[in-house]
């Protein structure tokens, strides 16, 4: 079968990806960027009939993104599982594609090209090598980015490319994260500060903080078969997604930007209760089904929804432990959203892995999950189904052989040999780049920790 290019067009995109300039730098180039910001990028290009937004993208790692979007002139499909039948559409908006490891100085030079007003990322919770609060300055990579080698850490990147500029940038973390803007800002200070030069133009440097969201599981080769049947032409860099799509943005930018918003997104002067729901509600339920899910056995997040006990326990989750703690943004209805997240969980279509959302627990629970538990324990509340969520953690841990996640090693090794729950418990509190002290010192929280891993564990 034809490959989908520019000359294989079946479905045309809605920009034509000729006309378009690079005027954005993407960091991480994985299927959520394909399949969000690229596409509410290439909305706002329909909209407004400006060309000087195509977006070079960066893969962080690997040549793969590169090897499936070259042969295709950066063109690929995003296809929606909805309930109804599936839709494909080409996107047209990514007109370069770099691998970082390859040709690193090409990626400084990108971020320092005066027509590159905006700089996104979605780079994971790992990608930042953070540790609290703070840039790990015990980090091998970021060490040795320090010494001046071309940067290969996304935080290097961002300090070469800034430090080469004359006009300020703006930085959109699309990451998971608490304030994501203002916690790049300090990653990107305390590089500086190791430095110990900082130059004009960070002063200037803005870094707006943003929510999106939108599930989009792993493709598969049924997904690109799929896709293939809907577009009569191969297309290798195909992404899966749902139909739901949000991106509320900060309004706080050093220098022109797309007009997002009319391509879909929110731009607002505060974005920190539209996170703190999306993360806290739908971030920690659906980490929730996917530990106590693939404790049960079961491959999807939309079986494990599914499963009477799993949806109750999710929606308790949300109603005694999560919403107490929350200041919903304005025209947000806090027990509608969280309706519609399960609903979003239960869509059969998408086949999200329990076991793609367990990844990276240990830096995904801090953000989703730790923040509620201490502001239950503050209001003097026992916080027992969020603590069955870290539980759930606690015990896939345990038992997963091929843990999937950054510190896998040390948490891995803290619970060798050891299977009594109370014993479990301790050692996995102990992690101190997980749980802070004020959690690991709360007699309430250790002892809910110890009632659900025993129950689990039997
Ligand atoms: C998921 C998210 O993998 C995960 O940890 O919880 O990727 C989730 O699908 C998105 O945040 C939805 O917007």
């Known amino acids: 079968m034809t490959r989908l290019s520019l000359t294989n067009l079946p479905v045309v995109p809605a920009v034509d990806p000729h006309a378009l300039s690079v005027g954005i730098v993407h960091l991480g180039l994985g299927a959520f960027h394909r399949a969000h910001q690229a596409v509410v990028t290439e909305r706002a290009a329909v909209a407004t009939g400006e060309t000087r937004w195509g977006i070079a993208g960066v893969s962080q790692r690997s040549a793969t993104v590169r090897d499936q979007l070259a042969p295709q002139d950066g063109l690929y499909s995003v296809l929606e599982r909805g309930l109804g039948d599936p839709t494909v559409q080409v996107v047209g908006s990514i007109r370069d594609v770099l691998t970082a490891p390859e040709d690193p100085d090409a990626v400084v030079a990108r971020i320092a090209d005066p027509a590159v007003t905006v700089v996104t990322l979605t780079v994971t919770e790992k990608g930042y090598r953070a540790s609290g609060t703070g840039l790990n300055l015990d980090d091998p990579e970021i060490q040795a980015d320090l010494t001046g080698r071309p ?79 809907l577009l009569g032409v191969r297309d290798e860099a195909v992404v899966v997604a749902e139909p739901f799509l949000q991106w509320v943005i900060e309004n706080d930018f050093a220098g022109d930007r797309p007009a997002w918003e009319r391509g879909g997104a929110v731009l607002t002067t505060d974005v920190a209760p539209w996170e703190q729901a999306k993360l806290r509600m739908l971030n920690a339920t659906h980490s929730m089904l996917a530990y106590l899910g693939a404790l049960r056995g079961y491959e999807t997040i939309a079986e494990a929804v599914r499963d009477e006990e799993l949806s109750r326990l999710s929606q308790a989750l949300m109603t005694d432990d999560v919403v107490p703690t929350l200041t919903p943004p304005d025209g947000l209805d806090l027990t509608a959203y969280g309706a519609s997240v399960l609903e979003r969980f239960a869509n059969p279509a998408l086949k999200h892995r329990t076991r793609q959302v367990a990844m990276d627990g240990s830096v995904k629970l801090p953000v989703r999950m730790l923040g509620t538990v201490r502001d239950r324990l503050a209001a003097g509340a026992e916080p027992r189904t969020i603590s069955l969520a870290v539980a759930a953690w606690m015990v896939y841990v345990l038992r997963t052989p091929d843990l999937d996640d950054p510190q896998a090693d040390k948490l891995k090794a803290a619970v060798a040999g050891v299977s009594e729950p109370a014993k479990v418990v301790d050692a996995l509190l102990a992690v101190d780049s997980v749980f802070t002290p004020d959690l690991r010192d709360s007699a309430v929280f250790r002892e809910l920790l110890v009632e659900h891993v025993s129950a689990l564990a039997t």
Do not use: H, W
């Open 151 to 229: 940067p290969r850490t996304v935080v290097g990147q961002l300090v070469a490319g800034i430090a080469r500029r004359e006009e300020p940038l703006t930085i959109v973390s699309c990451d998971n994260l608490v304030a994501n803007g203002p916690f790049l800002r300090k990653l990107v200070t305390d590089y500086f500060d190791a430095l110990g030069k900082v130059p004009e133009t960070f002063e200037a440097t803005r870094f707006p903080a943003s929510m999106v969201d939108r599930i989009v599981p792993a493709t598969t080769e049924d997904d690109r078969a799929e896709a293939a049947r």
